[in-house]
């Protein structure tokens, strides 16, 4: 599409908020499906791209070629509300990589945002986790937290299976999702209705389920003899024991916590999280505790 020979950066304007224009926001796409295969589209379309997830990009010849999006999130920490912006989507078009693009949308996003909230955060692979430090991102570690089941037989309960491609069942997710509390206490997200729906049409469209008796929305996948427990939504506190006897099933050994529970058994175990994985980097204006066992949200990951 482009020749790197022939780049002229003074051509390249900056553009942002621009998920209502359709031009911007098919480049937008383009550039997305040919970096990480991922596209926004439907999940514009069924209303969900909000104003919380905005894209920061340069443009030439109205084609999108580098782009730092911001997710505008609460988070409660340690049992306070903390304001954050976390930056995700960071992309650059193959023909104009090298060029310090990505940098100067990354210092745009930060001298913007910089008064606006309390945390910068992001997940950065192995092949750049040497650029954040330079922002003055600093990477944490976080835990992966297991917990050794014995199979019970299930409680009675009543599952019942959402589908997203059903209006009712999408807007009955909206409203909880919009009235829940904290998935935990020590690191959850809340007021984060975009990147949930986000999450369930796209990435758990199959792995979504009701509990009347929790009055609980829950996100969970069992493999093999493994239950990863990614969410649970509910406008009250939940018995997450009572509810683990709900959803695990004769099979089921280890169930594997994609958040931060504020309620586990003794016996649980915390594992720093390898490198294989993208890691979390974060700038804030206060101390977080550098020996505190936590996980970010998966389904609070953009």
């Known amino acids: 599409m482009f020749s790197s020979e022939n780049v002229d950066i003074d051509k390249i304007d900056l553009v942002y908020d621009y998920k209502d224009s359709k031009v911007y926001r098919d480049s937008f796409n383009q550039l997305a499906t040919l970096v990480f295969d991922i596209n926004f589209e439907d999940w514009y379309q069924k209303g969900f791209w909000d104003d919380r ?21 609460d988070l409660m920490i340690n049992g306070l509300n903390k304001k954050a912006i976390q930056i995700g989507t960071v992309m650059t078009h193959p023909d104009f990589r090298g060029k310090g693009l990505s940098g100067k949308l990354m210092r745009h996003v930060l001298d913007l945002y910089e008064h606006d909230c309390d945390i910068f955060f992001l997940f950065a692979n192995s092949s750049v986790i040497d650029l954040y430090p330079i922002f003055g991102f600093e990477s944490v570690g976080e835990s992966q937290i297991k917990l050794k089941y014995l199979p019970t037989p ?12 059903r209006k009712e069942d999408l807007a009955f997710i909206k409203r909880m999702v919009l009235s829940r509390r904290p998935v935990s206490e020590q690191f959850g ?24 008796e929790d009055e609980a929305i829950i996100v969970y996948q069992q ?80």
Request: aromatic fraction near 12%; charge should be negative; charged fraction near 20%.
């Open 189 to 212: 997200d809340i007021n984060n209705l975009g990147l949930f729906m986000f999450y369930a049409i796209k990435v758990f469209p199959e792995s979504i389920y009701y509990s009347q």
């Open 223 to 302: 493999e093999d003899h493994n239950l990863n427990l990614y969410d649970v939504v509910s406008q009250c506190d939940v018995n997450l024991d009572r509810l683990l006897k709900r959803i695990a099933n004769e099979q089921t050994e280890y169930i594997h916590f994609h958040f931060t529970p504020d309620q586990l058994p003794e016996n649980v175990q915390y594992e720093w999280m390898d490198n294989n994985g993208d890691m979390l980097f974060i700038k804030s204006n206060f101390i977080l505790d550098p020996s505190s066992k936590f996980c970010v949200p998966a389904l609070a990951h953009a």
């Open 154 to 165: 299930n409680a009675d309960t009543t599952l019942r299976k959402l589908n997203c491609s």
């Open 53 to 73: 997830y905005i894209c920061h990009s340069f443009i030439r010849d109205n084609v999108v070629i580098a782009n730092v999006s911001v997710s505008k999130m």
